[in-house]
């Protein structure tokens, strides 16, 4: 559940951090798809083992001739880059959607070889929704009790979905066997034990990133493209021991470079690295950076390797104008400032990990989104910067399930005192307004909110972020206010980002995906705004500061 709050006393509370934001023109894309069409030579060596045979062919016909070679799934393929010293160049990194099935795993090899011009790191996710029954097999371990824990339905689906996968690429099962030997341990010890912590359950969930990257690399290496698998965990990614929610070390920039680096220069081959898992410093065990920390692993090693561009491979066009199971005339927004993609995952797109933008931002390495079941889309291109003048709306996002705090001074304290006490009081209880926060950790923000204030506590209501130039605000706000009112739609609260990409609207849960279509309706499929850009009616253009609408 997440939690929005409102403080009523004299003015109203921000709860999104400053950030600077510039309009500089966005500098030109350096790769792109337009990668497959390189006219560079390379030289194809396929053999079978005992017999080979060399092709060249031109960077252009490089991906239809992989294919074929692994459609036959009779050859090895070796590719030779001809002359140019060989560096790290991108990461690429290819979520759970995109390697959920052996066939899935061929098409995402035919796309790294289609870059012929690029050394990648690749950096996978656990395969299609192999975290999710990791976890509910662990929950349903806790109760089955030791016995049955074999005959978890989940583990079954697991170890399934595994062996299927390496017996349909032709590699040898003993790379994922002995992990699955291990996980029936482990949810045998889960059941003994009767509890799963959440120390347990990282390591729990690792195996599946463990497995998937191992599969991976042997496909790889057996089709004669040398790669070696690495655990996140093994090569320097050290983390906070938050466990199911480690936040990145300083320390893992320059461990993991070095690692990567030495490996490479004493013996060349493709890194295929687990997403998603870090090593807690203290504890020395197994962490993981949040659901759909795989995004943030790839960053972390662009920046840690100084890359010319991050690459996210999913399975939607990029990032949309809004989610498409939401409303599926979502359509895909070209670019995006790290300030934009940022405020998006923060606010509740899932398409991006909330955290994953500050490698990128620091690095000033560019981050693609782009979609493994159809690469020849452009995609999404993420920047420091990019011309904002044409923009009002980049992107609506919708985050469910909120619970909104409204809370009245007391006047027991002055007004200074009072919004310093509220917001130690989230400080101590680590809540940070608008993440995640359980009901539990509410009762207790309740409580000593008490003590100063008088608090209403609502549930069921949503947040609805619309994420674009807040220099148009009174437009996004004109616009917003009427299609909300047309619909008879009661706005609770609004608050506006300090980093001027956002403006938040809190309304009923039940009401909010009636109102992200009725807004994206009007925003994105009209087509009457940048007209109204041309005849600005926004006096001096300055900025909505902070306002709160009370209904
Ligand atoms: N604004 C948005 N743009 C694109 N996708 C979105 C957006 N908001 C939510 N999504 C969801 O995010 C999904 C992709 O993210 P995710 O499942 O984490 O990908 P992966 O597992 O491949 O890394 C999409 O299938 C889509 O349903
Ligand atoms: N497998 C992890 C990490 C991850 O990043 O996954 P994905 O890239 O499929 O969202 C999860 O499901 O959370």
Sequence with gaps: MAAAARVRCHCNALFTSHRNSSTLPISPSRVGFT???????????????????????????????VRAVMEEEKTDVIKEREGDEKRFTCVMKFGGSSVATAERMREVAVLILAFPEE?????????????????????????CGVSNASEIEELSVIKELHLRTVKELKIDPSVVTSFL?????????????????LRTRDYLVSFGECLSTRIFAAYL??????????????????TTDDFTNGDILEATYPAVAKRLYDDWMHDP??????????????????????RGGSDLTATTIGKALGLQEIQVWKDVDGVLTCDPTIYKRATPVPFLTFDEAAELAYFGAQVLHPQS??????????????????????GTIITKTRDMTKTVLTSIVLKRNVTMLDIASTRMLGQVGFLAKVFSIFEDLEISVDVVA????????????????????????????????????????????????????????????ASKVNISLIVNDDEAEGCVE?????????????????????GNGSPLRTMQVEN
């Design 35 to 65: 990668a497959l069409k390189c006219p560079r030579k390379f030289l194809l060596s396929i053999g079978d083992g005992s017999s080979s045979c060399t092709r060249n062919v031109s960077g252009s016909c490089l991906k239809g001739t």
């Design 119 to 143: 050394s990648p790191v690749i950096v996978l996710s656990a395969m299609g929704k192999t975290t999710n029954n990791l976890l509910l097999a662990g929950e349903k371990a806790v109760s």
């Design 181 to 197: 030997e291990e996980l029936e341990q482990l949810l045998k010890g889960i059941a003994m034990m009767k509890e799963l912590t």
């Design 221 to 238: 290496n057996k089709i004669g493209v040398k790669a070696r698998q690495y655990d996140a965990f093994e090569i320097g990614f050290i």
């Design 269 to 290: 081959a493709i890194p295929i690295v687990t997403g998603f898992l870090g090593k807690g410093w203290k504890t020395g065990a197994i962490t993981t950076l949040g």
């Design 357 to 378: 933008m500050r490698p990128a931002r620091e690095g000033e390495i560019p981050v693609r989104v782009k979609n493994s079941y159809n690469p020849k889309a452009p």
């Design 438 to 497: 359980t009901s539990e950790e509410l009762d207790h923000v309740v409580e000593e909110l008490e003590k100063i204030a008088v608090v209403n506590l609502s549930k069921g209501r949503a947040i609805i972020s619309l994420i674009g130039n807040v220099q148009h605000s009174s437009l996004i706000l004109e616009r917003a206010f009427h299609v909300l009112w047309t619909k008879g739609i009661n706005v609770q609260m609004i608050s506006q980002g």
């Design 518 to 538: 009725a807004l994206h309706k009007s925003f994105f499929e009209s087509g009457d705004l940048s007209e109204l850009l041309i005849q600005p009616r926004l």
